[in-house]
T-cell receptor, first 112, second 113 residues
Framework: SQTIHQWPATLVQPVGSPLSLECTVE??????LYWYRQAAGRGLQLLFY??????ISSEVPQNLSASRPQDRQFILSSKKLLLSDSGFYLC???????????FGPGTRLTVL | GQNIDQPTEMTATEGAIVQINCTYQ??????LFWYQQHAGEAPTFLSY????GLEEKGRFSSFLSRSKGYSYLLLKELQMKDSASYLC??????????????FGKGTKLSVIP
């Protein structure tokens, strides 16, 4: 069966510090991978998606970046965090674009 | 971007029926998902509608009207564990041929005894 992992589960970081969130998927090959952010009172916002190794599409301009070094690994990074980066970060995957997406457990990031 | 509208909060009584509505822009529309999200947890898939009509799955049903840009999620025989946020997400096909899934802000449902 397929599983999706995210770590860390929670993170508290000072403004201006770097960030690295990792997402890995098991039990499937060539998944589409997605990074979402869910801020308080707002809906899920798509940040990045990837259809393959090294292929990243950005939906919203910001100080975040994403990378996909391996087929089932998706990383979200920042060089300098802002207060507005606080939120619940969710990684998701699907096999076919437009199909059901499966979400990881999420990382709750608080920037102070 | 595409606007997905759903009520912010709803309250219903245990054992009752509740209907959560969702409206969306019809241009490029390709299908509609409902997800359930308990506080602090990841969303989990409930239903997917692509054709008009009602899809029933146990206590949960989802309805779609493509011409009206309207969907609803119907929860019957409410249980306390149904207290959660319910996310409406519409799938749109862009002119470039790619899919985009847009989520509403979610409806926080509180089930009371």
């Amino acid at each position: 069966s397929q599983t999706i992992h995210q770590w860390p589960a929670t993170l508290v970081q000072p403004v201006g510090s770097p960030l690295s969130l990792e997402c890995t998927v098991e039990g499937t090959s060539n998944p589409n991978l997605y990074w979402y952010r869910q801020a308080a009172g707002r809906g899920l916002q798509l940040l990045f998606y990837s259809v393959g190794i090294g292929q990243i599409s950005s939906e919203v301009p910001q100080n975040l970046s994403a990378s996909r070094p391996q087929d089932r690994q998706f990383i979200l990074s920042s060089k300098k965090l802002l207060l507005s980066d606080s939120g619940f970060y969710l990684c998701a995957w699907d096999v076919q674009a437009g199909g059901e997406q499966f979400f990881g457990p999420g990382t709750r990031l608080t920037v102070l | 971007g595409q606007n997905i509208d759903q009520p912010t909060e709803m309250t219903a009584t245990e054992g009752a029926i509740v209907q959560i509505n969702c409206t969306y822009q019809t241009s490029g529309f390709n299908g509609l998902f409902w997800y359930q999200q308990h506080a602090g947890e990841a969303p989990t898939f409930l239903s997917y509608n692509v054709l008009d009509g009602l899809e029933e799955k146990g206590r949960f049903s989802s309805f779609l009207s493509r011409s009206k840009g309207y969907s609803y999620l119907l929860l019957k025989e409410l249980q306390m564990k149904d207290s959660a946020s319910y996310l409406c997400a519409a799938l749109f096909l862009s002119g470039a041929g790619s899919y985009q899934l847009t989520f509403g802000k979610g409806t926080k449902l509180s089930v009371i005894p």
